[in-house]
C-alpha cells in the first residue's frame, strides 16, 4: 500500500519515478487497461526503482569507509538518479507510456518507467540499479529470508555506488530482536551504510484494504489486539516523509518513528465508522490462534499471517501506541487523522 504513494511524492517533488516490476510489459498493458476504463487483473508483485531529478543534485554522499564503486555494465549518467525500491511488494505505479488510472498525483507527469526486477533474481540486480543512487527499501511480508535477499541487495546497491537507503521498517524491531526488519536494521548499522530509518505504525489503509470486507460486508472488525491503543499513520504521510528525507541533506544514519497525533482503541475505530457510515460496526477482540485459524480459512500464506500476527502482536506490546508530532515537523504538514481518513474513504465501505 506505500509504494504507490511514495512514488506519488517523489513525483510531486520533481523526480520521474523508474519502475521495477517483474513482467514491465504486463505493467504497462495493465496500466493502459485502467486508463482506457477498462478491467485489470492482479498484478504481479513489483519493485519500484528509480527516480530522474528534474536538477543536477550535488556531490553523492556516502557511508564513512564506502569506496566508490564502478559497474561495468553500464556507463554512468550524466545525471545522478535518486531511486525507490520496494521489492517483492505490490505498487500502483504508471509507466510514461500511460497515465495514472484514477487520475491521482502522478498523471500529468512523466510518470514511471518500467525496468525489470526481482528480489530473488540476483542475476538482474545491476540492470536494475543501473544509475541509481537514493534506495527506498520495504520488506513485504513475503520475504522472510532476509540473508538471501534483502542484504544482498543491499550490498549490490552499495557496490554500484547508491549514497542513500531508506528502509522502511516497523517499530518492532526495538521490540522483536528476531525479526527480519531488526537483522535488516543491525547489518545497516554494522556495515555504516549510509541509510535512514523510517519506522510508521499501523497504517490507516487497513481499513480500506485488509479490514475492507470486514466493515463493509459484515460490519465487525475482527482483530487479535485486545484494548490497544494505535496511533494509525496515513501511507500518504509517510510517502512524502520519504521523499522529503530522499531529496534534502541531513537524514543519513538517522531513525524516525511515524505516528499520528492521537491515539484510539479499535473500540473507538468502530464507533467512529459506525457514526460516519450510519449503520453499527462491532468490534471483537479475538486471541491470536483464533485469528490465526480465520485467515487459514481465508487462504492467506502462512508467511503472510506469520507477519500479521507479529504486528498485531506488537500493537499489544503498546509498541505503536503514542502519538508524536513527527510527520508534522518533516513535511510541514500535520498527519492525518483518523475521522479525516474516514470521512474521506467513506464510500469505500458502504
Known sequence: MLGRHLVDALVDAGETVVAGVRDPRARIADTARRASGGSSTRRAPTVALGATPTRVPGKPVRAPGQKPAHNPAHKPPRQSVPGLARPGATADLPPTSAPAADG????????????????????????????????????????????????????????????????????????????????????????????????????????????HDDI???????????????????????????????????????????????????????ELLSGELGRDIHYEAVTAERYRELLVSQGMRPETISADLALYRVARARVVARPNRSIHKLTGRPATTLAEFVREHRASWQ
Open 104 to 211: 491521482g498525483p502522478a498523471a500529468g507527469h512523466a510518470g514511471a518507467q518500467p525496468r525489470a526486477f526481482d528480489l530473488r533474481d540476483r542475476s538482474g540486480w545491476a540492470h536494475a540499479l543501473a544509475g541509481v543512487d537514493r534506495v527506498v527499501l520495504i520488506r513485504p511480508a513475503t520475504i522472510t529470508d532476509v540473508a538471501r535477499t534483502l542484504i544482498p541487495f543491499i550490498d549490490t546497491a552499495m557496490d554500484s555506488g547508491v549514497r542513500q537507503l531508506v528502509f522502511v521498517t516497523q517499530p518492532g524491531p526495538l521490540f522483536d530482536t528476531h525479526s527480519p526488519q531488526h537483522l535488516v536494521e543491525q547489518y545497516l548499522k554494522r556495515t555504516r551504510a549510509p541509510y535512514t530509518l523510517l519506522r510508521p505504525t499501523l497504517f490507516l489503509q487497513n481499513l480500506t484494504e485488509g479490514l
Open 216 to 270: 463493509r460486508r459484515r460490519n465487525e472488525i475482527v482483530l487479535p489486539t485486545g484494548a490497544a491503543r494505535v496511533a494509525f499513520v496515513d501511507a500518504r504521510d509517510v510517502g512524502r516523509v520519504a521523499a522529503r528525507v530522499l531529496t534534502e541533506p541531513g537524514h543519513l544514519r538517522r531513525s524516525y518513528h511515524l505516528a499520528g497525533e492521537s491515539a484510539f482503541g479499535y473500540r473507538e475505530v468502530a
